[in-house]
């Protein structure tokens, strides 16, 4: 059995070895999306219903959506207060997004998870028609920071756009107070 289960952890590496390893370099965030992403590997368009917060959107049918490697403030927690800005970027996101047609991008990162989270949330990318991305917009603009809990596709990048927003003291930057 230990063989076995060496044997299948030895498969995975080797597997996530090869898909880590490109030939290309990727381009940073805000390029068109069609040039970063596959069309065809986990994505499709989809109908915003409404938006549950900054970070959580619902789609048609009826399906739940955490934007992948982001982390807006607070706004519905069970347990927590609304935090600073939460407002702020519940609203950004509603402006963005409601009754859109969006693109859904997946990643490789969470294929084991079957692309959810603990709650049953997907785990997406969010596309708009002219290629940006809904993510990286909320850090861009300092309505969010960097989720890097668990390792995404963007992460590098997303770490970058959230140094600069502070740099500037854009949004949240400017008006909370830092943890």
């Not at 702020?88 to 509603?94: C, H, I, V």
Request: with cysteine; proline share 4%; net charge positive.
């Amino acid at each position: 059995m230990r063989i076995k289960i060496l044997f299948l952890l030895g498969l995975l590496a080797a597997a996530a070895l090869e898909a880590g390893s490109t030939t290309h370099q990727e381009p940073r965030v805000g390029t068109s999306a069609q040039s970063r992403e596959s069309p065809n590997a986990g994505s499709e368009k989809r109908l915003v219903i409404r938006v549950i917060d900054g970070d959580t959107i619902v789609v048609s049918p009826n399906e739940k959506v955490r934007l992948m490697g982001v982390d807006t403030p607070e706004t519905i927690h069970p347990k927590k207060a609304v935090q600073c800005f939460g407002k702020d970027a519940k609203e950004f996101t509603r402006r963005m997004v409601e009754r859109r047609s969006l693109r859904l991008v997946l990643d490789a990162s969470n294929a084991a998870r079957n692309h959810k989270d603990r709650y049953g949330r997907t785990l997406a990318y969010v596309y708009f028609d002219d290629g940006t991305m809904l993510n990286a917009e909320l850090i861009r603009q300092g309505y969010a920071h960097a989720y890097t809990r668990f390792p995404f596709r963007h992460l590098v990048e997303f770490r970058e756009l959230e140094r600069t927003a502070r740099a500037e003291s854009l949004g949240l930057w400017s008006s909370c107070p830092l943890k």
